[in-house]
């Protein structure tokens, strides 16, 4: 799943899982864990995320993969799509 973070939390988020696998965990102690975690997955906000529409990134018969090139991440409009819903 896609989780978006703000820098400040991403160490918080990568926390090494503080038990061990065979041992059986202190399920309060386990929860205080997931919750901690779960602290940083907050909805992001509208304001901070852009998004647009790219050319294809795989080859395709009608428009082949131009490559990593930083012209991959300009902006395309797809004829078949109904842009207006966003």
């Known amino acids: ?13 990568l926390q090494p899982y503080p038990f061990e696998l065979k041992a059986k965990a ?4 386990e929860n205080i864990f ?3 975690v779960l602290s940083v997955c907050q909805p992001i906000d509208e ?4 998004f647009h529409s790219v050319k294809n990134l795989r ?9 990593n090139v930083p012209e991959i991440t300009e ?3 797809w004829p078949d ?4 819903r966003f």
């Open 1 to 13: 799943m896609l989780v978006i973070l703000e820098e400040s939390n991403i160490s918080d988020y």
């Open 26 to 29: 202190d399920p309060i102690e």
């Open 34 to 36: 997931q919750q901690e």
């Open 47 to 50: 304001g901070k995320l852009e």
């Open 59 to 67: 080859d395709r018969k009608l428009m082949p993969y131009v490559g």
């Open 75 to 77: 902006p395309y409009i």
């Open 81 to 84: 799509l109904d842009y207006s």
